[in-house]
């Protein structure tokens, strides 16, 4: 299975499909476009958020940054008079300083990814793979009133706060897809792709938007997991980044922003959906609390993909 994932929403679905599916059966594209370079270091959110779940050691407070971090440094530096713009954790920043290390040495966003999650102690066998190798090429721009803001600055720095009045994305048709991410879509004719329940606007949309990637997917069978329930995002700005480029925010809009490639939308049990749409709609609880919820859901996923796949094999025999 190849994963589309941005930060909070699918690292909470990895954890279930962690338990459920075999390693090798995880495939994980993830988004870039947030990356930003902070005191001399590069930092990855959604890269980080995936590795530190698969690692057992994210804050499932935040579903950012590790378990239990002290934040000295950001502190002394305030004290010195040099303020950061985002929030690092001392551990956290062991992270963005192997990354910036590995790239100076010539590794690419790729090779660096995997070195650290080795040393997170993930198998091989699962891949973790960035959109692009093209390190904060692209920047997620955030148009407001008091002008344009960094997605981070936004999201973290502002908390969200600030009216939302456009998205746009620095450099992104300047990328190409990694080499691996490549190889996985050409190599896995047959893998399904899950679109797991992060924000379609500024975590699957850039992935979406890299050159090539919807013409590869175009010929694959794709499952989204909604991350609206009713008229409000299950976390994250989703909701006010959807209405800034147009999108209804409802499992509706959740549709129309991905329905080029859509074959199949789970969304949640008491959710409507019109009926003439010609995607398939599964609904399901899709709100990840805890981890059980995640392990349920994975579950409801695996038995989909298992009837999904035993149906196009029949076809296939059918046709031949």
Known sequence: MIILSGGTGTPKLLVGLKRVFKDEELQIIVNTAEDL???????????????????GVINKHTWWGLQDDSFHTHTAL????????????????????????????????TEATLMLARNFGIPDRIKILPMTDDPATVRTIIHTPD???????????????????????????????????????????????????????????????????QEHL??????????????GAVSGPAGKLM???????SPYGVYTCYKDILD????????QFPAD??????????????????????????????????ARTRSRRNTT
């Not at 954790?89 to 966003?109: F, N, Q, V």
């Not at 599964?282 to 709100?287: C, Q, Y």
């Open 37 to 55: 370079w902070i005191s001399g270091n590069l930092l990855c959110p959604d890269i980080d958020s995936v590795l530190y779940t698969l690692a």
């Open 78 to 109: 305030e004290q010195l008079r040099y303020p950061e713009q985002l929030m690092i954790g001392d551990k956290d920043r062991a992270t963005h300083i192997i990354r910036s290390e590995l790239l100076r040495r010539g590794k690419s966003l």
């Open 147 to 213: 002008g344009k803001l960094h997605f981070q600055e936004f999201w973290v720095a502002r908390k969200g706060q600030p009216d939302v009045l456009d998205v746009s994305f620095d450099n992104l048709e300047k990328v190409n897809p990694s080499e691996a991410v490549l190889e996985v879509l050409e190599k896995e004719s047959e893998a399904m792709v899950l679109i797991g329940p992060s924000n379609p606007i500024t975590s699957i949309g850039p992935i979406l938007s890299v050159k090539g990637i």
């Open 218 to 231: 175009r010929w694959k069978m794709v499952i989204a997991i909604s991350p609206i329930i009713g008229t």
């Open 243 to 249: 209405r800034a480029k147009g999108f209804e925010v």
């Open 264 to 271: 199949t939308l789970v969304i949640d049990s008491n959710d």
């Open 277 to 310: 749409t010609g995607v398939e709609v599964l609904k399901t609880d899709i709100l990840l609390k805890k981890e059980r919820d995640s392990k349920r859901l994975a579950l409801f996923l695996k038995k989909y993909v298992m009837g999904a796949t035993r």
